[in-house]
């Protein structure tokens, strides 16, 4: 890909997120992924992003350095009244502005103060500091406004770090600026989420689909991205036509969708305990769960989908051997005999909870989430999964070689997706990571 | 803070991760995490961050503005075999050296395909190729070995994408020549975290406290950060001595421990799971969870904590009205009275957990996570919280006004920290956001 501006519009940007905060080990910057996420809606490109902490020298060298490679460049953060907010004063010395205080602004911080029944800060003065030339953005939600700034064929915009405040201003300045500036072009999505291969599997029967198409006219670009037991293919494609990427897109996501089958789960970025409650939803079915060591991550999951009480009624997380008899009614002997993870268990917790819970299909999770509770024969990431509708009864043992949190989401992945392949009647048999030889339906 | 570099060793740092993947917006880069926590222990700070596409004009660019910055940048990816692959060149091409073939390197890299009966593609001899002077770091893990080049006062840094390889890589790196180089001062953190109080409040009571940290000799920083109905002080401070850094961060955690009393549930990272259990397991009392809108989500974050099943033995979802009665014993007719979501129908769910799990203390969550479901006297977001001990009775009802995920995180944390607060005999009954008058102790 080059460089080069198309005649119309802007065609990339970049991101400048400002504070010292945002470099703290844990702290992940979500603005520039909402701000990537609007521009790319509009056919904008992010080029690059960056984050620097609040000193000045190094504000005005990423800054001087993005505006060097793009027209746009979106700065969020450093806009408050303290000593420490230098995203003004560092845009007016790179563009070579003078700042100035603008009667307006300051008059409606006042304001927002006295609606509180407070006087304004004297400090919140520097907050109405406008570089010369630069048009403010309103903020409804706090005192600090945004600046959109052209600067020859240059254009910057603040914004102010807490997404409260940034996200309507970013809606606003997307309306009424970006978009009409953006030209015809936009930028088209569309994703598929597998379940059931690994990451590398999935490239290798994806490459030689998508790699062709990065040389049409108009290319499709593909990511894969993963998350646990999930692979993601995302597509893009630019066009001024939604009916023609529509198409190409169409294309693309069907060529995929042929080659992996049921293992596709989702075609339009729902998450599979979404596409599971839809499926629920078209039979009018219910759904119960039974878990051990998924803990209850399974039904929390289930019911993250709005509108899931239709078909979740009510689930169990019985980590005792006790409340496995009591709770779910799994045989005393049946534990004894083949131990608390074991695929009889497994189905007996499966049958147990759709009885208890008067639902038409169950699904019984029991495994060692470790880190301790491994044996030889059932090292810890061993986890057995049935899923019941009494007349189909599946059940598998996967070994996942991860810790205890990594355990408890593949399980309940593989979970979910058992469910999942039972109501489309797909083979439910098909091995993800290191699997003991499938259980066969009894 | 100024920008000198101190008489020893390295003092700041940057960061560049390359990947056009990385800009694709649901796309998080945790490397930069990974290595801002590794430098941090080492009392080196990260200056700034940059996210670069595979565009070799950028990452030039990028390069040359952190070398003008920082005495040492560390590059992450684009270390791969194919076109798109450019770190190498990049780099030979800023500090203008050239790249020759490393035999070595490439003996290495067919071996590896060797191992695996495999042919080394002729495509990867470009991953053997080696800026003049630089020193290779060996990748156990995959074929793109690590570099290290000394340039002047410069250090530049190149590893692997790959969390897998990159991590082993950085610890060795870290070991032998980050290490030594980094001079005596480290950098100590220690954290507070607080449940029960607004990110506003906690910054009122905490910053006349911590601001004059930082105009001492040796100052001691502060970073506010905030989760779901959580606030967190991170500080750290640099020190050549470890009993020095600690003296004084005891003193700090001290301080603001004294001001936020039984609000503080962990100085020391735990989560508010980890500190319940570590509650429950000191009293070697077992917890029992009934959960309606929280949908799991409490006894999940519960057997997180490795060994959990020392004091979880079974939690209930009970979405459906008929299942709080059959499963739990809520009388029909106190539902019919007060409605599901009430602060009586949540008691009952605590007391009748407690009961069918037999454990010492019960936790019951009945609430409106939304979208639908709402009313005027109960709008969505409204959830009523009781824990029960048979003695101690506590219910509280609030009102969380967001969206569904973020309805069931709040409640789910404070519902964990009131059952923790009865654990410790503090007053349960501090509001949080917008509570209706707390219920008493019936």
New interface residues.
Partial sequence: ?S?RLPASGLRWAEIIAVG??L??????DTNS??I??RL?DLGI?????????D?R??LE??L??AL??TTLVVLCGGLGPTDDDLTRDAVAAVLGRSLHEDADVLLRIRRRFEARGARMPEINRRQALVPEGAQVVANAMGTAPGLWITHGDRTILLLPGPPSELKPMLEQVVAERLGPMAGDARLYRRSLFICGRTESEVDEIASPIYSPWLDQAAPVHT???TAPAQVEL?LSTRDQSAAAAAERLDGAVAALTAAFGADVFSTDGRSLEEALGGLLRERRWRIGVA?SC???????R???I????DY?????????N??KTS?LGVPEDLIAEHGAVSEPVALAMADGIRA??GTDIGVGVTGI?????GTDSKPVGTVAIAVSTGTVRVVRTFRFPFG??RV?QFAAQMALDMARRVLVHADPGVAFVAAAPPGAAR
């Fill in positions: 890909m460089a010292t905060e470099l703290v080990p844990p702290r992940v992924l909402h990537t996420a790319n490109e992010v080029r690059a992003k960056a984050i620097v902490g000193r020298e190094d060298s990423s001087r350095a060097a490679r990511t894969v991205l995302h878990e998924t803990g209850g991550l399974i039904s929390s289930l019911t993250d709005p509108g899931s009480s979740v009624v009510a689930n169990a997380v019985c980590y005792s006790a409340s709770w208890r819970a989430a470790g880190p301790a509770g205890r949190l408890k």
